[in-house]
Structures are given as structure tokens and as C-alpha cells.
């Protein structure tokens, strides 16, 4: 049977480098995932990522289990992303406004995609994920790529479930309008 | 689940279903309340429409997948130990004492590989063990021992812990070899009684913690003056800044 993530917490805590790197082997590619997502540029997301993982290997000493390892840890990298969407929002005003039409693109080509085919539709899905406003993205990120239950996101964002539950809605009806074309 | 209609509540209104769309096109609720649900969408065209959006919604997300990570994520674990260890962790003492004795006891050669990529001078005086570290040896070394991939990598764990990159990068340099006065004092550990070996592991344990110590406090002195450069830079900026046109708000 896999450790579960607090046995690998209590074992790492003993003394036991084999631990972390059995957890980096778990969480490196959800981290990575959410990360990329949340802020739609691939190198920010590895750097959000290296963040996470070094706040985690330097805490873990002091984890005492009072929430589950993966509340924890999403925590960390929401936090992350939204610290670097401050940073962005900074580096963005002092651009002019042909510069911002730029980075947009460059922003969604960075992202990355698998299937060439689809590329373009991709790119609008992606474009339209990140163009919700922050609340609305984390939960529809959470529940829709992470396959989290609203409960546990409530826990992870410190918010009511029924604010979860309202805050998914008013995000897919922000997409449906937005991907209106694509749905047909 | 999260069951937040009463089951009794056959028929709800149409702006309550419409809170619950989403729990229920992601599969999150309770049976009943689904049921309760279902019978609403069935009369009701509006939210049956809605409902049917929100799936084609869901079913277009989708399409975004992002590209798979593509280091190893072992590798990954270890740059990050090696970057945060100086800093933050060395490993609880005990648990470091007890790796050492596991390589003692388990493989004699292996604790005389590491003293060998640390450099390190083992001297048995009077019963008691001392141990200093030099730079790590220009001269080729005659080959003695090879060492085993499973323990090569706690090596690098400890060769890191004791903060020397020279020293990491000599695990992949001499994995080989051994140098003459090494070699003597190899022979020597492999007769050594377990009493001994624990004791040689403490000594090895405390000569790490003050090497850690040195570079604990070397490391801190760089990021002094790397906060000072950082700082130099942000008034240089600031400066520059206040040379451009002030930006109309948004």
C-alpha cells in the first residue's frame, strides 16, 4: 500500500531524505499543473514550483498535521501564484499598451499544449481561463484539473463550501459565454 | 456530497437549482438531492438549458491540457535539498548519527569512501579518533574501491550536508579511487569493533556539524551583500524610473 502523504511527512521528520523525494515524485506534477494554470506561463509556474518545494522541504520539520499535507501544500502554491500576479500586475503598468497586446500572445504561446491539432482550440480555452477574475479561476482550476470536492476547496481557500459552490457557477457561466463558440 | 436540499423539497425553485448546477454537473451531490433536482429540470426548459451549457462548458475545459513535467523528479528533490539545506535544515543530529553508524557498521568501505571525498584525515591516537578536513587532493589516487550506486547516493546527501560543492562534485571524480594513507586507514576500520565504529561516527558526525557551521556563516555573509547589491539596484531603478513619462492610469 502507497505511505499516504503523512506517513511520508512523519518519516522525513524522523530523519529521512527518501521521504522527500518520494513526496517530490507525488506532487511534482500536480504542483506544476496548478501552477501553470493559475498564472498561464510555463517558466513561472517551474518557479513557483521550485518555491513550493523548497517552503515545503524547510517546513516540514514543523508540520504538525493540523490540516491534511495536500491542503497544506495547495495553499502554498495558491499563495505563490497570487504573490507573482501581483509582481505581473506591477511589470504590466509600466508597459504601453501595444507591449500588453504582446505578451498576451507570448503569455498563451509559453503555456504549452499537447496536441498540435487542437493548439488553437486550446489556446482559447486557455485564454478564457485565465481571463476570470482570480476567485472564480482558483476554484474552476481545483475542481475542474485537480478533480478536488468543493469541500476540500473550501478547506484549501478557508471559504464556506457555499461560496465554493457559487463561485464555480458564476465561473462556468463566465466561460460559457466565453467559449459560446466553441460548445456548438 | 454536499447535500444542501431538503429531501423533502420535491420541487425546488429555479433560482436554487441554479446554485446547485454545478454540484450536480460535477457529480458532487447527495443522491436525494439530485433526485430533487432532476425532477425540477424535467418541467423546467430554462434550467434543463442551463444545465446542458454547463456540461458543453465542462466538456470544452477540457481541451486545455498543459505539457507533463519533464524533470526527474529525484533529481528535482535533491537540488532542492542541496539549496535549502545550508540554510535551513541540518538533518536532526540523531538521525545523521544513526546514518552514520548504518554505513559503518553496514559497509566500512563506504564511511572510508566519504572520508575520502570529504578529504578527511582519520588519526586513531590513544584510543580516540580525530578527524581533519583538507581540500580535496589534486594527486590521482590508485584504484581501491568502487563504490555502490544505493549508497553513492547518500554520499551526495551527506557531502552536500557538509556544504562543500567541491566535495559533491569529487564523488563523481573519485568513485574509484582511494588514496594510500586512505587505504591504510580503510584497513584499519574493517577491524574495528563496533564500540569503535560508533565512536568514529561521532566524531565524523561533529567534525560535519562544524563545517556546516563555517559555511552557515559564510552563507550569510553573501546574502548580506547580496541584499546590499539588491538594494543598490532597486535606487538605481527607482531612479531611472523617475526619468520616463509618468504612465496614464488604467
Redesign the interface.
Same mark, same amino acid.
Given at each position: 500500500m502507497q505511505p499516504t502523504d503523512e506517513d511520508l511527512v512523519s518519516r522525513f521528520q524522523g530523519g529521512d531524505e527518501t521521504a522527500f523525494e518520494a513526496m517530490v515524485e507525488r506532487w511534482n506534477e500536480p504542483i506544476l499543473q496548478l501552477a501553470t494554470r493559475l498564472t498561464g506561463d510555463l517558466e513561472e509556474a517551474k518557479d513557483v514550483r521550485q518555491m513550493a518545494l523548497l517552503k515545503t522541504y524547510q517546513g516540514l520539520d514543523r508540520f504538525e498535521g493540523r490540516a491534511r499535507f495536500s491542503t497544506w501544500i495547495y495553499r502554498v502554491v495558491l499563495n505563490l501564484c497570487r504573490d507573482r500576479k501581483r509582481g505581473a500586475a506591477v511589470r504590466e503598468r509600466a508597459l504601453d499598451g501595444a507591449v500588453r497586446q504582446q505578451e498576451g500572445d507570448y503569455v498563451l504561446e509559453e503555456t504549452g499544449f499537447h496536441l498540435a491539432r487542437d493548439r488553437e482550440l486550446a489556446r482559447i480555452v486557455a485564454g478564457a481561463v485565465l481571463s476570470l477574475p482570480p476567485a472564480e479561476r482558483e476554484v474552476v482550476v481545483l475542481r475542474h484539473y485537480h478533480e478536488l470536492g468543493f469541500p476540500a476547496i473550501a478547506e484549501i481557500l478557508g471559504s464556506p463550501v457555499t461560496t465554493v459552490k457559487s463561485r464555480m457557477t458564476r465561473g462556468l457561466e463566465l466561460l460559457r459565454t466565453r467559449l459560446a463558440t466553441l460548445e456548438a | 456530497m454536499?447535500p444542501?436540499l431538503p429531501p423533502d423539497d420535491l420541487v425546488p425553485d429555479c433560482g436554487r437549482v441554479?446554485?446547485? %448546477?454545478? *454540484?450536480l &454537473?460535477?457529480g458532487?451531490l447527495a443522491p436525494d438531492t439530485r433526485a430533487a433536482l432532476e425532477r425540477h429540470l424535467e418541467g423546467c426548459a430554462a434550467c434543463s438549458d442551463e444545465r446542458a451549457? %454547463?456540461e458543453?462548458?465542462?466538456? &470544452? !475545459?477540457a !481541451?486545455?491540457?498543459?505539457?507533463?513535467?519533464s524533470?526527474d523528479? /529525484?533529481e !528535482? @528533490? /535533491?537540488s532542492? *535539498?542541496a539549496? @535549502?539545506r545550508p540554510? *535551513?535544515?541540518p538533518?536532526?543530529r540523531?538521525?545523521?548519527l !544513526?546514518?552514520w553508524s548504518a554505513l559503518l557498521s553496514g559497509a566500512a568501505a563506504a564511511a572510508l569512501f566519504v572520508l575520502s571525498v570529504l578529504s578527511a584525515q582519520v588519526r586513531l591516537d590513544q584510543g580516540r579518533f580525530e578527524l581533519s578536513f583538507g581540500l580535496p587532493g589534486a594527486r590521482p589516487a590508485p584504484a581501491a574501491l568502487v563504490a555502490e550506486d544505493d549508497w553513492r547516493d547518500e554520499v551526495r546527501?551527506i557531502a552536500s550536508q557538509a556544504g562543500s560543492q567541491a566535495a559533491l562534485q569529487e564523488v563523481t571524480l573519485r568513485t574509484a579511487s582511494l588514496e594510500q594513507s586512505q587505504a591504510e586507514s580503510f584497513q584499519r576500520v574493517t577491524q574495528m569493533t563496533r564500540e569503535e565504529l560508533l565512536r568514529l561516527a561521532q566524531a565524523v558526525d561533529s567534525a560535519l556539524a562544524q563545517k556546516q557551521e563555517s559555511f552557515d556563516a559564510r552563507l550569510q555573509r553573501l546574502g548580506e551583500e547580496a541584499r546590499q547589491a539588491d538594494l543598490e539596484n532597486q535606487r538605481a531603478l527607482t531612479q531611472l524610473?523617475s526619468y520616463l513619462p509618468v504612465?496614464r492610469p488604467?
Open positions: - | 454536499t444542501t441554479r446554485n446547485e %448546477l454545478a *454540484a &454537473v460535477y458532487e451549457a %454547463l458543453d462548458t465542462r466538456r &470544452v !475545459l !481541451l486545455w491540457q498543459t505539457p507533463a513535467a524533470e523528479p /529525484r !528535482l @528533490a /535533491r532542492i *535539498a539549496q @535549502a540554510a *535551513a535544515r538533518a536532526p540523531r538521525a545523521r !544513526l546514518r546527501t524610473a504612465s488604467r
